[in-house]
């Protein structure tokens, strides 16, 4: 996805003929929090994944990489952080996977 997450979202509704209040109302929120949503005001709240995804019929899990890709990349945009972190992450993110398996391993 080129465009932001909210943009995303605006082209979806657009797409669709839908408003603000109707999708609002999809996702349970109002069309308030959703415009900012669309206009890179307000954070789009994760809980409501399930409903976008519902409301789109689009698959749940690339949803979710969309969005947290977008925080990952905002966050390494506001510290100035060069591309060795992105590497470092990963590595931080298999020993975490590792070390919760082998937990889980020796609890059963």
Known sequence: MEANFGEYIRKLRTQSGWTLTQLGAKLGIDSGALSKIETGKK???EELLP????????DYEMLKSELISEKIAKTLYQYKCNDNVLTLAEQKVKYIRQKN???????L
């Open 43 to 45: 954070e789009f709240d």
């Open 51 to 58: 409903n976008l995804s519902v409301a789109f019929n689009l």
């Open 101 to 107: 398996t082998k937990q889980t391993t020796l609890k």
